[in-house]
Every structure is written in structure tokens, then in C-alpha cells.
Nanobody
Framework: QVQLVESGGGLVQAGGSLKLTCEATGINLAYYDTHWFRQSPGQERERLATLNNVETTYYDDSVKGRFTIFRNKEKNMVHLQMTGLKPEDTGVYYC?????????WGQGTQVTVSA
């Protein structure tokens, strides 16, 4: 059984910080490309950050310099540390893992940034 579970979302004021966690069971995230996506109401799901299986990172320009994706290998987790949060960062944040022709999604965690 493969499962991705996101946690760490919540309500924060503009300029604040949150750390999101993607915890995996059934797969080892170190062998997958792991992504964080965000979906806001009425908008497309947007890729924000990627950590691949050789530890290369990618960030969307909208979060570059503010968000950091990193791995806790011993706990089979990938995190997204978010700083300098803006109201436009509000949305549901999803963990996505892909490799071997397979894709997995978590259920999402809500992040709300108030002005």
C-alpha cells in the first residue's frame, strides 16, 4: 500500500513561516522525484518545488528564495519550509511522487495566509 500524507498547514499572517511535511509509506521517497504543488480556488494546480532522486532541486519563480524543499531520509519524509508567506500563497498544498512510470498524490494540506 502506497500513501503520501501531508501535514503542517494552517493559518499564518503575511510574512510568517510554515513547514510542510510529506510522509510516505510503501515507497522510499529517495528513489522518486518528489514535488510540492499548490492549488488555489478556481486556479490550476501549480508545481512549486521539486526534489529529485539525485537531490537536484527546482523552484518556481514565485517561491524562489522563500521556499526550500529538503529531505529527511531516515524518516522517509520530504519537507517544504516556507518563509515570507504572502496572501497569494494561500491554497491547498499537495505532495506528489513520481518514478518508474508511477505517480502518487497526497490528500493535501490547507495553507491560509492572511493580509
Amino acid at each position: 500500500q502506497v500513501q503520501l500524507v501531508e501535514s503542517g498547514g494552517g493559518l499564518v499572517q503575511a510574512g510568517g513561516s510554515l513547514k510542510l511535511t510529506c510522509e510516505a509509506t510503501g515507497i522510499n521517497l529517495a528513489y522518486y522525484d518528489t514535488h510540492w504543488f499548490r492549488q488555489s480556488p478556481g486556479q490550476e494546480r501549480e508545481r512549486l518545488a521539486t526534489l529529485n532522486n539525485v537531490e537536484t532541486t527546482y523552484y518556481d519563480d514565485s517561491v524562489k528564495g522563500r521556499f526550500t524543499i529538503f529531505r529527511n531520509k531516515e524518516k522517509n519524509m520530504v519537507h517544504l519550509q516556507m518563509t515570507g508567506l504572502k496572501p497569494e500563497d494561500t491554497g491547498v498544498y499537495y505532495c506528489h511522487a513520481a518514478a518508474y512510470g508511477l505517480t502518487y498524490w497526497g490528500q493535501g494540506t490547507q495553507v491560509t495566509v492572511s493580509a
